[in-house]
């Protein structure tokens, strides 16, 4: 018999022995697991707002979002992902916005109120499900978000509206490619900052893609859309 807690905002499930199906190493640096393989999880539910560890805006419009358990967050990896989970009362696409550190299994997703309940009945708290990665519902081309703070000499640049997982970015620098360092809030950051003038960026999906985009001059807080968006697998 399993038990379960209720903290603020948020249900907690007992350890529960899913296993993950080809994901490889759990660690910020390993393999994602790859799109369409099926693995057995957990859902549980949230107060979500669109907003979380991954440094998303709030999306009140949108609350088809989860939050992902913190050994499958990797460090940020897995910030704007998009899961298919199949419950027993309907199958829904969530997109990953946020880490839940108060689930420590593998597989367990929570997810936001209103999407708990398109696909399992509230009042069980936590159900077991399947789920598995699949292309996101992401019209128009990649943006690229200035953090709060960026300027020429730190600079902090965030992907979104990805169809893909992104795996890394790369910034044109004295004349070679230099992959950012991925924080865990889901910004890529140069510490020593990326000068003024156009910036010119590549953005590696977790299939192999690459996109290239040339970006105007930080501007903090500002969103800039990129030329193209990457194909569906």
């Given amino acids: 018999m399993h038990t379960e807690r209720l903290v603020p905002g948020r249900w907690l499930a007992a350890p529960l022995l899913f296993l993950l199906a080809g994901c490889g190493d759990t660690s910020s640096g390993g393999p994602l697991l790859p799109l369409g393989d099926y693995q057995s999880g957990l859902i549980t ?7 979380g560890n991954c440094s998303f805006d709030a999306s009140p ?17 897995m910030c704007g992902a998009c899961a298919e989970v199949e419950g027993p009362l309907g199958t829904l696409r969530v997109r990953i916005v946020d ?3 108060d689930c420590p299994t593998s597989g367990h997703l929570d997810l936001s109120r209103s999407a708990f309940a398109k696909i399992a009945n509230p009042v069980d708290g936590r159900v077991p499900v399947r789920w598995r990665l699949v292309t996101c519902n992401t019209p128009g081309p990649l943006r690229y978000h200035f953090k709060d703070g960026s300027n020429p ?34 910004y890529f950051v140069d510490a020593k900052g990326l000068g003024s003038g156009e910036i010119k960026v590549r ?22 859309d990129g030329k193209a968006q990457f194909r569906a697998p």
């Fill in 203 to 224: 953005v590696t999906s977790m299939d192999g893609q690459t996109q290239e985009d040339i970006l105007p001059g930080v501007s903090a807080g500002k969103t800039v």
């Fill in 99 to 101: 880490s839940c550190p």
């Fill in 45 to 51: 539910f949230y107060d979500a707002t669109g907003a």
């Fill in 61 to 77: 419009n949108d609350l088809d979002v989860a939050a992902i358990n913190i050994g499958q967050y990797r460090n940020s990896a």
């Fill in 153 to 186: 000499w730190w600079t902090a640049i965030q992907v979104r509206n990805h169809l893909l997982p992104v795996v890394k970015l790369e910034a044109w620098k004295n004349g070679a490619w230099v992959s950012l360092p991925r924080e865990s809030y889901n």
